[in-house]
């Protein structure tokens, strides 16, 4: 059965610091993997998949096949980067999404 | 990407009574899902909604429960029946479009007393 951890509930930085939230995964076939971000009051919505390789908002995440892991992330926090992180897994055959349990993200100014 | 309309946004209901939940998509879309949320939890599958066919159900959810129904691309609905208050959740739709990408709805909170 596929995986999807988030070891961390929250990560608190300040603006300006590096932030890294991690995701390990276990699954035993490719997995897509994405980060989605939940702002406040809004909904869930994609940051970044892996596929695509892209930096959205200042954001990155590569896959490590070695380590199961795709961590996320973003050399200077900014507070507008306060928000719910939740990294997830499709098997791509059958598209469907296993998420982690969330990283909440707090950037202090 | 698509736009999804969800109703309602929340909902207070009594106890061994049900609540349909609509999804409704600005454009025709092959697969539409319906999460649950615990509080203080992650997403979890409900069931895939098909269209013209049976919604595909993950374990530990059962029809009896989660009646859904896809009467076109675009519209699925999700009841929750017999509600205790262990169903207090909130209750998402997605679809899937291209890249294998998904968008989620605004939700659905719901409190059983």
């Known amino acids: 059965a596929q995986r999807v951890t988030q070891p961390e509930k929250l990560l608190s930085v300040f603006k300006g610091a590096p932030v890294e939230l991690k995701c390990n995964y276990s699954?035993?076939?490719?997995?897509?993997l994405f980060w989605y971000v939940q702002y406040s009051r809004q909904r869930l919505q994609l940051l970044l998949r892996?596929?695509s390789r892209e930096s959205i908002k200042g954001f990155t995440a590569d896959l490590n096949k070695g380590e199961t892991s795709f961590h996320l992330k973003k050399p200077f926090a900014q507070e507008e980067d306060s928000a719910m992180y939740y990294c997830?897994?499709?098997?791509?055959?059958?598209?469907?999404?296993?998420f982690g349990k969330g990283t909440m993200l707090l950037v202090s100014p | 990407s698509a736009v999804i309309s969800q109703k309602p946004s929340r909902d207070i209901c009594q106890r061994g009574t049900s609540l349909t939940i609509q999804c409704q998509v600005d454009?025709?879309?092959?697969?539409m899902f319906w999460y649950r949320q615990q509080p203080g939890q992650s997403l979890t599958l409900i069931a895939t909604?098909?269209?013209?066919?049976?919604?595909?159900?993950e374990s530990g959810f059962v029809i009896d429960k989660f009646p859904i129904s896809r009467p076109n691309l675009t519209f699925s609905t999700l009841t929750v029946s017999n509600m205790s208050p262990e169903d207090s959740s909130i209750y998402l739709c997605?679809?899937?479009?291209?890249?294998?990408?998904?968008?989620f709805g605004a939700g659905t909170r719901l409190s059983v007393l």
């Open positions: 997605s679809v899937r479009e291209f890249l294998n990408i998904q968008y």
């Open positions: 699954y035993s076939g490719s997995p897509e």
């Open positions: 892996h596929i």
């Open positions: 997830a897994l499709s098997d791509s055959g059958y598209s469907t999404l296993t």
């Open positions: 454009s025709q879309v092959t697969m």
């Open positions: 909604a098909n269209q013209g066919s049976e919604a595909t159900y």
